[in-house]
């Protein structure tokens, strides 16, 4: 949870594809469920590592995805609000790539290549973000940021 300093860490590339990097991915897909989340990153369970679970279709079982870059990212961008399982009770608008194409590796060390648009692109785009330390907070307007922090920040306890 923010403001834990491991969320502004850069995770390190996965050169294993091992059993503990399988298990990384149950632990991750299993919380992202528990969460009723979109998407959960590694860094966001304290392990510095370059993977994301995440939910292109909730219909579906969620996507890991190791190793992850852009290959393509659209011109056009759009404004939408976001919240983070990191961040509780904090939701903000950021601006994001509307499509983009998404490359890594699966579980096994096999190349992936997924085409996203709508919201599976934005959640790709906030689980990326993760990867490289980077939080809504540092992506919204400065009116936004602001209300995000004072939600964020502890309250006193007033003993009597």
Not at 68 to 85: H, I, K, M, N
Not at 105 to 133: F, M, S, W
């Amino acid at each position: 949870q923010y403001p834990d300093p491991v969320l502004r860490m850069r995770a390190r590339e996965v050169e294993e594809f091992d059993g503990d990097l399988e298990k990384l991915a149950e632990r991750l897909t299993h919380l992202l469920r528990e969460a009723n989340g979109l998407g959960l990153a590694a860094t966001q369970i304290g392990v510095l590592r370059r993977v994301f679970a995440f939910l292109p279709d909730p219909e579906e079982e969620p996507v890991v995805l190791v190793n992850p870059t852009f290959a393509v990212t659209s011109d056009e961008r759009e404004s939408d609000t976001e919240g983070c399982l990191s961040l509780q009770g904090v939701v903000i608008p950021v601006e994001r790539h509307v499509s983009l194409t998404v490359e890594g590796k699966d579980l096994q060390g096999n190349d992936l290549r997924l085409e996203l648009e709508a919201l599976p692109a934005r959640i790709v785009q906030h689980e990326l973000d993760h990867l490289d330390g980077v939080l809504i907070l540092d992506r919204t307007t400065a009116e936004a940021r602001r209300e995000a922090l004072a939600t964020l920040r502890p309250q006193p306890v007033l003993l009597r």
